[in-house]
Structure formats: structure tokens, C-alpha cells
């Protein structure tokens, strides 16, 4: 009886599972993206070793998990080149197995770069967008939309936004919480972007979201109201843009800071010796956008802020103002003008991102 147990209970137990090693790229693949993973992963047991060669000899450096069951390169693999991968493993009966390919990687017809902002190691405001912008067209803008990776402690929902074809942009559904810290993770390096395009080198940055700054300037008060994290900080007597130079209307993000700034109006095709030019230094300016929105420090104008508007289309402050303002907050704060009887702000002006509705932008831009 107990014999006959026995040879049951043998006769039942499964066979072992056949070891099956899946190699990416296969055998014989061409063309293939230098960015692009060399993975193994095996079935049915377990990896033992991974080899991935160059064809100058030397191995391309990897990792293997812990449990076994898959191997990936960590470094990235050249243009143009051929490479050979040789994995072994052994089924959970300890029997062995070995597979192998041969592939080569595509050469670039051309290798874009990009550049980001904002850049490793900034405080941002509330309303900064993070921008990606391209040396070359991009054919494949799903293939960079995948590439990037951004990564935001509290989480935030967002999406890009194409206003080019070298350029596109990611926003939070609403404005960052203020603490928030956001890694972007660009790896673009050896990805195809369509048309012979690939990365020509990925892009790191860990940004900090400081204290909520939002300034809103009214053209019919005369008044910018300035709040921190949801309190009235202070009430600003400005100018805005007067006749004929109204002020666009709508959600600015500042975009760059500076001191000692020269105001010119050749800068929007106006010549400073023409009637209505001017080229004229200034104690401090924030810039809003990229056709000359400024706020900044007007002393000739302080008797006329609060009272009407005068500017060729910035906010002008007194200079103590704006050396309060600008001492407090951050690039990529929030400016709100509103009843300046000017166009509305177009959001490819600077960093206008907060001019388009939430659904629009989700859709994409020119994709």
C-alpha cells in the first residue's frame, strides 16, 4: 500500500517547465535605436550570465535581477555598431541552456539636442512650466513624450503641449503646490524621433516649487494685488500699458529676473531714436513675456501709478515695489492682468502656458 503511494505520488509530479530565454533586439535585427533597452528574460528558470559584445570586443555593462529572471544594460549602446548577446540559464532542474543574437544599431541622420527649462537645482514658482526645446524637428512626438518622464512629489496630473515642431511643453492641470519637488528625467539619448532624428544626449533636473506668488494687476484700479500662499501681502499703486500700448490681457508666468536692466524698444521693432522709442536702464525687472512685458521700477511715472495708465504695455511700480516684489518670489510666479483693455495674451508669448484651458491643452497642441 505505502509502495503503491509512493509511485503514484511519482508518476503525478510535474515535469520541469523548459527554460525559455527571450532576447531583445532578436537575431539579426537591424536599425535598431542605440537608446533603446538590451533586455534578456527567461521562463522556466532562471538567468545564470548575460554577455552583450561590441564589436570592438569589449562588453556592454548590465544588470541582472535579483530573482534572476531578467537582465537589462545599463549603458547605452553606440551608433552604427554591431553587437552580439549571449545569454545562459537553467530550468528549475539545474539543466542548462544557452541563446544567443547578433544585431546592429541604427545610424543617426541626424542627432538633435535639447535644452531645458528650468535647469538641475532651481526654486520655481507656482506657475512654471517645464519646457523642452529641440535643435531639430521632431517627426515622432510621441516617441519624446515617452522618452520624458516626470516625476512630481506630491504627485501632479499634466500633460505636453506642442507649440512647434522643436518644441514642446508639460503644465500640472492646475498650479504646483508649493513644496513640491519634481524630477525630469529627459532620456532622449539614442531614441528615434522619426525621420533619421535621434537624441544626442539625455537631460536630468530636480526642481523645487517655492511659496505660492501670485500677483493680479488691474488696468481699471490702477492696483496689483500680491498674495502668498493665499494671504494679501501687500497692494501695489501700477501703471499699465496706456492708449494705443494696452496691455494684453490674461495669466503671465515670469520668466527671468534681473537688475540694472536696459528697457529697449527696438527689442519689439521700435527704434530708441523714434518718436515713442526709448532705451532706458532700469533698477529691476521681471520679464512676462517675450514681445516686452516687464513689471519694473518706473520712478518718472510714480505720480501716475494708481491713478492711470501710462507705460508702453509693462506694469510700472515704484522702484521700492519692485525690489519687494521681485525680493519674494521666484521665476515662474504668476502675473494676472485684467480690465487693461488690451488683446488677450497669446500663449506662445513666453511661458503663457496657463492661457490655454485645461482640455484644449490636454489634446496636444500641434502634434
Known amino acids: 500500500m505505502s509502495s503503491e503511494a509512493t509511485a503514484t505520488s511519482t508518476s503525478s509530479a510535474p515535469a520541469p517547465k523548459p527554460l525559455a530565454l527571450a532576447l531583445t533586439p ?98 520655481v514658482g507656482v506657475g512654471q512650466p517645464l519646457a523642452f526645446y529641440f535643435d531639430a524637428s521632431i517627426g515622432d512626438k ?49 531614441k528615434h524621433f522619426g525621420n ?39 497692494t501695489i499703486p501700477v501703471a499699465l500699458g496706456k492708449k494705443g500700448h494696452e496691455t494684453p490681457y490674461g495669466t503671465y508666468t515670469i520668466m527671468s529676473e534681473h537688475t540694472n536692466y536696459v528697457m529697449d524698444s527696438s527689442t519689439y521693432g521700435v527704434p530708441a531714436d523714434a518718436a515713442g522709442g526709448y532705451r532706458t536702464k532700469v533698477a529691476v525687472a521681471s520679464r512676462m513675456s517675450n514681445s516686452g512685458i516687464f513689471y519694473h521700477s518706473a520712478p518718472w511715472s510714480v505720480r501716475d501709478q494708481g491713478v492711470r495708465n501710462v507705460s508702453h504695455g509693462c506694469i510700472n511700480m515704484s522702484t521700492e515695489n519692485a525690489t519687494w516684489l521681485q525680493s519674494i518670489s521666484n521665476k515662474g510666479d504668476i502675473v494676472v492682468v485684467q480690465n487693461s483693455g488690451g488683446p488677450a495674451l497669446e500663449p506662445w508669448d513666453g511661458l503663457s502656458v496657463w492661457q490655454v484651458p485645461w482640455e484644449t491643452w490636454k489634446a496636444g497642441g500641434k502634434k
Open 26 to 123: 532578436a537575431d539579426k535585427a537591424a536599425e535598431v535605436a542605440p537608446g533603446e533597452p538590451v533586455t534578456v528574460a527567461a521562463t522556466g528558470g532562471k538567468l545564470t550570465e548575460v554577455v552583450v559584445t561590441g564589436q570592438d570586443g569589449k562588453a556592454v555593462p548590465g544588470a541582472l535581477a535579483a530573482d534572476g529572471a531578467t537582465w537589462r544594460n545599463t549603458e547605452a549602446l553606440g551608433y552604427g555598431k554591431t553587437y552580439t548577446t549571449k545569454a545562459t540559464g537553467q530550468d528549475s532542474g539545474g539543466k542548462p541552456a544557452t541563446s544567443s543574437s547578433t544585431f546592429t544599431t541604427a545610424k543617426a541622420k541626424r542627432q538633435a539636442s535639447l535644452s531645458m527649462n528650468p535647469l538641475d537645482g532651481q526654486k
Open 142 to 190: 510621441a516617441a519624446v513624450e515617452k522618452a520624458i518622464t516626470i516625476t512630481a512629489t506630491p504627485a501632479a496630473e499634466g500633460a505636453f503641449y506642442w507649440f512647434s515642431d522643436k518644441e514642446v511643453q508639460w503644465r500640472p492641470k492646475e498650479y504646483w503646490k508649493s513644496g513640491t519637488s519634481v524630477v525630469v528625467d529627459a532620456a532622449v539619448y539614442g
Open 196 to 234: 533619421g532624428v535621434f537624441g544626442r544626449e539625455d537631460r536630468k533636473a530636480t526642481i523645487t516649487i517655492g511659496d505660492s506668488v501670485v500677483a493680479v494687476a488691474d488696468g481699471g484700479t490702477h492696483q496689483m494685488t500680491v498674495t502668498v500662499n493665499g494671504a494679501v501681502a501687500r
